[in-house]
Every structure is written in C-alpha cells, then in structure tokens.
C-alpha cells in the first residue's frame, strides 16, 4: 500500500488575533501547527502502513517554512515528503490549491503508484472542505468525505471499507482504491512520536517539487486559475456583554421572548 497523506501548515486559530486597526490577520500572533485534521490523517495512513505493509507518503504545498509540519509528519511516522513550493502557486484559492496538489500526486504516482490519498476534513482556517474533494474530481478516482472509522482494506481486492459520519447516525462505504478519503478527528487517538522517528525527523529533508517538476499548465494556477477571490477580510462584530439573573428570572425573560415573537 502506497498511501499519500496532505498536510497544510495553519495558524493556531485559537491564539491568532484580528488586527483591529487594518482588519486583517495577524498571523505573527499564532504559532504556526499542522492542520490538526491532517495529523489524525497521518496517524490513520501509518496504522495502515502498519497493517497491511507499505509506505506513507505526505505532501505539502506551502512556502519554503511549511517544511517543517513534513518534519512533524515523520516524527509521527510517515516514510516521504514532498513540499510543492513556488511563486506560481501563490494567490490560489481552493480550486487552484486542489489542482496543484493533484498535480504534484500524479507526479509521484507515475514513480510509486498510489493506492490511498488521505487528507484532513478541513483546514482550521480556511475552513472550506473542500480540497480533498476537489484533489480525488481532478484525479477521477472515488472520494468517501468524513470518514471516522476505516473497518476494513481488502488488499488483493483492491478495496476500503470505511463509516461515514452522518448528522445521526453513520454509513458503511465499500470503494475501490485508489481512492481519497477525507478523515474526522475521531478516526483515531494521536500516538506519540517514537525516539527514532524523532530523531529522523531533525535530519529530514523533504524533496522540492516546483512548477517545473509538475506536467502542469500555469493557467490553472495562483491567482490566474482562481475563480474566486478574498474581496475584504473584517472581524466579526464584538458581542455585547451577557447579563447575569436567576433562574426564575432566565425563565421570565424567555417567556417574555417567546411570547413577543409569536406577536
Ligand atoms: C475565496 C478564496 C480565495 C483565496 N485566496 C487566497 C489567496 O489569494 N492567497 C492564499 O494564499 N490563499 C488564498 N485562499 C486560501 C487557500 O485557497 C486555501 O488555504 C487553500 O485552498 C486550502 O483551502 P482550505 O484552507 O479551505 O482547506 P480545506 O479544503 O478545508 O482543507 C481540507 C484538507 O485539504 C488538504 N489541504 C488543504 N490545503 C492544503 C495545502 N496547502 N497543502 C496540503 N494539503 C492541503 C488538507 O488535508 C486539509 O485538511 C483563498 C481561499 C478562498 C476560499
């Protein structure tokens, strides 16, 4: 089992601030962590390396300091990786970013075919879903979204077993690899990092693709091969102050509420 694992490299969005004078992030204000989906990803691929044998391979398009969340990647036990790192890659909404992304893919599976892509649900900041989804569209293979459990890999069938959260309840998928999974948080526990992993991971270099290495074409790319684009970015208005009251008054004041609506 080849298995390729994508990694984005966020801002911790539980400390970044909003600058309150330009409006815009401020992300000198959040360390910089792994996609914390995208670790429950990489654990999930080495659990299967694991099982079944084979290689996890993860994949990064960011710039040059995204190398370090593919360090992280090793630390946890994945085999390769890869950072897609260009200037033409810069200004790419989710539409471009799937697209390089599978680029870079299919560039490693013509050496080691693929047999399991793996990516988190989403990004915690941009926060749109919809990467993974757009990864397995370019490359015409299966996608099963919100998997938080992998019952079952039939290696000589060639076959993933896999429960797909629901609102409530959830459902049991059989799909032929290769295919593209995009996990839940509760698909597994974190382990911890073992001291040779770490240790390998300090040393670790990961490969540079370019644009140069992709069999790509430029238009579908950065800014040129982006639908949509950010027109303003602004904080969400302050809420005002809670007000604090018994219970009986809590249960006076939402009558009250209730009564008024139905007006
Ligand atoms: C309208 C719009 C315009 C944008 N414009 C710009 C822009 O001009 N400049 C800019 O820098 N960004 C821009 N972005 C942000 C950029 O598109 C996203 O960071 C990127 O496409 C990933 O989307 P996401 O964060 O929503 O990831 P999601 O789709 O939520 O991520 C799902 C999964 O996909 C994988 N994944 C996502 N991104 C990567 C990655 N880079 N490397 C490896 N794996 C990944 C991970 O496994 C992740 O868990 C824009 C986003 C939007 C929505």
């Known amino acids: 089992m080849h298995m390729i694992v994508c990694v984005k490299q966020v801002p911790d969005t539980t400390e970044v601030r909003i600058d309150p004078v330009t409006n815009t992030l401020d992300r000198s204000s959040a360390p910089a962590i792994i996609n914390p989906y995208d670790s429950h990803a990489v654990e999930e691929a080495v659990r299967i390396k694991e099982m079944h044998g084979g290689k996890v391979t993860v994949i990064s398009m960011g710039p040059p300091n995204a190398i370090e969340v593919i360090k992280r990647c090793i630390a946890l036990g994945a085999d390769e990786g890869y950072l897609l790192s260009d200037r033409a890659f810069a200004g790419s909404d989710t539409l471009a970013t799937s697209y390089i992304l599978s680029q870079g893919i299919a560039t490693i599976s013509r050496r080691e075919p693929v047999d399991l892509i793996l990516c988190g649900k989403q990004a915690i900041d941009g926060d749109t879903a919809q990467v993974g989804p757009g990864i397995a569209r370019r490359l015409g293979i299966p996608q099963l979204t919100y998997v938080n459990h992998v019952a079952g890999i039939d290696p000589a069938r060639k076959e993933i077993k896999v429960h797909r959260k629901l609102d409530d309840a959830y459902e049991v998928v059989v799909a032929k690899l290769p295919c593209l999974l995009t996990v839940e948080k509760e698909i597994n526990e974190l382990s ?24 790509a074409d430029l238009s579908m790319m950065g800014l040129k091969g982006s639908p949509t684009s950010v027109s303003k970015i ?9 007000e604090i009251c018994s219970v009986e008054q809590l249960v006076e004041k939402l009558l009250e509420l209730h009564s008024n609506e139905k007006c």
Request: aromatic share 10%; no cysteine.
């Open 192 to 215: 911890y990092s073992s001291l040779p992993n770490m240790l390998r991971a300090v040393r670790f270099e990961p490969k540079i693709l370019t644009v140069a290495d992709l069999q």
């Open 234 to 242: 602004f904080a969400p208005p302050q809420r005002s102050g809670g």
